[in-house]
Nanobody, 117 residues
């Protein structure tokens, strides 16, 4: 089993920045992809950004140019730097880790990000 613990969420004004962190522990050997998803009220959970163990990244179109995902493999930690935050970025952000590309993977408990005007 893999445990994921997120931190760094909070309340920020539009245009501001936040940095999310997700630390993985437990059976972390073999994690190939770590990513961030988000779910707004009444909406489905969506991929925000993902990064492979080799450093390849993938971003949702809505966050390209504003968010940056990074990973410290030695610490089994993934980060999400969020800049130029918009009201529509308000959501619960979940960390995900996968050992197989098409598996659902493991999930963190989520951290709330609220962007105010």
């Amino acid at each position: 089993q893999v445990q994921l613990v997120e931190s760094g969420g909070g309340l920020v004004q539009a245009g501001g920045s936040l940095r999310l962190s997700c630390a993985a522990s437990g059976s972390t050997f073999g994690i190939i992809i770590m990513g961030w998803y988000r779910q707004a009220p009444g909406e489905s959970r969506e991929l925000v950004a993902a990064i492979s163990s080799g450093g390849d990244t993938n971003y949702a179109d809505s966050v390209k140019g504003r968010f940056t995902i990074s990973r410290d493999n030695a610490k089994n930690t993934v980060y999400l730097q969020m800049n130029s935050l918009k009201l529509e970025d308000t959501a619960v952000y979940y960390c995900n880790a996968k050992k197989y590309f098409y598996s659902p993977g493991y999930w963190g408990q989520g951290t709330q990000v609220t962007v105010s005007s």
